[in-house]
């Protein structure tokens, strides 16, 4: 097998296109022919040595995997060769095979392509989980996204609108604007304004916000919580827009408005059967075409180092997505 490998955690040019044996399964574990894998922004901080849990090396980054089954070990009842499945790991998928628990291959619809089932795989159950579990959104609530270019953010204009919201969408770039708009936004507000709370007073029905589902948490933050309605959410799912600002503590009392971590690896271990059903259902949608599947950035194994890189990148077109089965 071929394998994206790291010895040290610093930089992309820390790890180097290597071949090792190629495993075989043992009790209970079946082995993947990796077709895709996504990265995330969180991949490009675990390589740069930037996150907070740091793996043991050497390491391969990259957990949103999907692929078929080409191996199976003893005792393997529940998957069989010729599966297509997803699995999301704490790395691994930069590689062209990965072993893995037979329980933690789930299998996916007919008509969904690898390639857009890693891409989904995290994002959209991350915006579901936050906007609906978290946020409790409802038909008709006025919904603003941030970074609404990026995966994460695009989908959740996509979920928020088939839920019946009145999105807007912030993006920083003409290009990612109008795809927010074809996604399914009412409108869209430059992040670069200088004033965007009084475009949301200009633009928004009533001038304010009932839920911001927030990747960014960036300059805007405090404006952005000052525009909430009363009741409003605030919904914090990362950190990409620079130093975590912070927030007067009075203001959720005056404004009687919550601030919400979105914690995706809490729901998915506190309450696994939900996250599995959720996710399921998630696939079907995009399947049927009920949901878009990601734009993505595609690339072949021989330029990993370029997908890491793009994960950090602003204003990217699109989900990192690696195909280690394509030719270079």
């Given at each position: ?153 695009a989908a959740a204009v996509q979920v ?169």
């Open positions: 097998m071929r394998c994206w490998q790291g010895d040290a955690l610093g930089s992309p040019d820390d790890f180097t296109l290597v071949r090792r044996p190629l495993p075989e399964p043992q009790a209970g574990e079946v082995r993947i022919a990796i077709e895709a894998v996504g990265l995330g922004y969180v991949d490009g901080l675990i390589v740069h040595g930037r996150y907070q849990i740091r793996p043991p090396l050497p390491y391969i980054p990259g957990g949103e995997i999907a692929g078929v089954i080409d191996a199976v070990g003893p005792g393997v009842s529940g998957r069989r060769l010729g599966e297509r499945v997803a699995v999301w790991r704490m790395g691994g998928g930069l590689a062209t095979h990965v072993i893995v628990p037979e329980a933690e291959a789930e299998c996916l619809p007919a008509g969904l392509d690898l390639a857009d089932a890693a891409a989904m795989l995290v994002d959209y159950q991350t915006v579901h989980y936050g906007l609906i579990r978290r946020g409790g959104l409802m038909a008709g609530e006025r919904v603003l996204v941030t970074g609404a270019s990026g995966g994460v953010g928020a609108a088939r839920a019946g919201a009145d999105v807007t969408a912030m993006a920083s770039t003409d290009d990612g604007r109008a795809r927010a708009l074809a996604l399914g936004a009412a409108r869209t507000i430059d992040a670069t304004d200088p004033d965007i709370r009084a475009r949301i007073r200009e633009t928004v029905p009533g001038g304010v916000i009932d839920i911001v589902f927030d990747p960014v948490a960036g300059p805007a933050f405090e404006l952005l919580f000052r525009s909430l309605a009363k009741d409003g959410r605030h919904l914090i799912v990362g950190f990409v827009g620079g130093p975590i600002p912070s927030l007067p503590v009075n203001l959720p009392l005056l404004k009687s408005a919550a601030l919400v971590g979105v914690e995706i690896r809490h729901f998915l271990t506190a309450h696994a059967e939900q996250a599995a059903a959720d996710r399921a259902a998630l696939f079907r949608r995009v399947a049927a075409g009920d949901l878009a599947p990601p734009a993505q950035m595609r690339f072949p194994l021989a330029r990993a180092r370029d997908a890491l890189a793009a994960t950090l990148a602003r204003g990217k077109a699109g989900k990192i997505v690696v195909q280690p089965q394509r030719a270079d």
